[in-house]
């Protein structure tokens, strides 16, 4: 989905313009502008994909904001004069609509945008990390890592925490608080069934009135987290 925005100094055009987004599957419109200031202050705040601008506008025309940015969207240039043209390619525009605009041709603008954004390789900031498999707890001076996928449910005591893994009888301890750890574990995977567990979510092999029941294992569940188990029972 591309994150769009639509400046035109005219009321009319611009109301055209926002129904003809609307109807394009791929497009999201974050924002309709009356004046290129008031768009810059959305470009600034909000990551945009596709600029449909207006050149000829009052105060600062389109083709000097396009000019001020250091980082331009693509842009779909709209107007009612020809003799733009030359300058927009220059900019490396899209595409450049005279008015009036029919849906066909608005269509074409769009669908060489699209085709432009899927060929964009992902930024770093846009690329998707994967999600952490493992993290380190501190045992009586050591760092000991934790296997996510290894943890059958996590016990508090106080100032401790015991850590339940099925490769080993033996849990892990380690001086940290429940909401400490509650943070380092993925909240799809894991459910809190009272104050003093957190339980695998994949691990639980059914549910009584008060417990919840890992293979022969039960655990307590309290009444005031029973809700928090709606996310396993709905899957």
Do not use: W
């Amino acid at each position: 989905m591309m994150q769009c925005l639509a400046i035109d100094d005219e009321k009319l055009v611009l109301e055209l313009l926002e129904d003809n987004i609307r109807q394009v599957p791929f497009l999201q419109l974050v924002k309709a502008c009356r004046n290129a200031l008031e768009a810059t202050t959305i470009l600034q705040s909000t990551p945009i994909d596709l600029l449909f601008l207006d050149i000829q506008m009052p105060g600062l025309s389109g083709l000097q904001l396009l000019q001020s940015l250091p980082h331009p969207p693509m842009t779909i240039l709209i107007t009612a004069y020809e003799q733009y043209a030359l300058e927009s390619y220059n900019l490396d525009v899209v595409d450049y609509l005279l008015k009036p605009v029919s849906f066909e041709r608005f269509m074409k603008a769009c669908n060489k945008a699209h085709e432009r954004f899927l060929r964009q390789p992902l930024t770093p900031a846009a690329a998707v990390e994967p999600a952490p498999d493992h993290f380190f707890v501190n045992v009586e001076y050591t760092l000991v890592k934790v296997l996510i996928a290894d943890i059958l449910y996590v016990e508090g005591l106080k100032d401790y925490i015991k850590i339940h893994v099925a490769s080993s009888k033996k849990p892990v301890i380690t001086r940290m608080s429940m909401k400490a750890i509650e943070e380092k574990l993925p909240p799809a995977q894991f459910i809190r069934t009272h104050k003093s567990f957190i339980i695998a979510a994949p691990k639980i092999t059914a549910i009584k009135r008060d417990l919840v029941c890992l293979g022969e294992l039960e655990l307590p569940l309290s009444e005031f987290y029973k809700g928090n188990l709606d996310k396993v029972i709905n899957r």
